[in-house]
């Protein structure tokens, strides 16, 4: 089982709200790591979104916008990122990424569709 | 953002050694994890390790056998090397700078593998 489990596709509309999730392996519980977000674009490096671990301890990248925004769903043992008023501009990739066991690990990625 | 600088070979053929280096402008090495991380063609990123200003280094454990990270202060640039590639290899390779996390990206070298 991956470290890190995320849905490969996601389709919203423009003006919604596109919640994308960050599974943990079983073994392994969201509340003791801090979650890391990329976007990437077509053609483009990854870019970094923000980092989540708990509502005391986060931060926004620089130039990011607030409706992007970070949580976890411990039930769920999940880290989640939500954006909100979805744009065209927001059509890309999307990776979490966590510090395991000495080493960053990544997410697949979700391909966020705007439509 | 300091700007990345990449650059290296990007054809190799099997068994050749893959070498990349990433020039810092604007800052020094000094305070930063620098990381290498790739992303094969259509698929999801790999971190690939990190090394900091002193030369300590830290790898994947699926690469490790074979990678190689290196720092030249006098010219701040830092450098991986990758042996016995194959055509498992073929990806954008890309340098990234943080303090912690990878934040700041270069714009990424393909690297393709093929006799």
């Known amino acids: 089982q991956a470290v890190l489990t995320q849905p490969s596709s996601l389709s919203a509309s423009p003006g919604a709200s596109a919640s994308l999730t960050c599974t943990l392996r079983s073994d392994i519980n969201v509340r003791t790591y801090r979650i890391y977000w990329y976007q990437q674009k077509s053609g483009s490096p990854p870019q970094y979104l923000l980092r989540y671990n708990s509502d005391s301890d986060k931060q926004q990248g620089s130039g990011v916008p607030s409706r992007f925004s970070g949580s976890k769903d411990a039930s769920a043992n999940a880290g989640i990122l939500l954006i909100s008023g979805l744009q065209s501009e927001d059509e890309a990739d999307y990776y979490c990424?966590?510090?395991?066991?000495?080493?960053?690990?990544f997410g697949g990625g979700t391909k966020l569709t705007v439509l | 953002q300091v700007p990345l600088q990449q650059w290296g070979a990007g054809l190799l053929k099997p068994s050749e050694t893959l070498s990349l280096t990433c020039a810092v402008s604007g800052g020094s090495l000094s305070g930063y994890y620098w990381s290498w991380i790739r992303q094969p063609p259509g698929k999801g990123l790999e971190w690939i390790g990190e090394v900091v200003h002193s030369g300590s280094a830290n790898y994947n454990p699926s690469l490790q056998s074979r990678v190689t990270m290196s720092v030249d202060t006098s010219k701040n640039h830092f450098s991986l090397t990758l042996t016995s590639v194959t055509a498992a290899d073929t990806a954008m390779y890309y340098c990234a700078r943080g303090v912690w996390e990878p934040k700041d990206w270069g714009q990424g070298t393909l690297v393709t593998v093929s006799s």
């Open positions: 990424l966590i510090w395991h066991s000495r080493t960053w690990v």
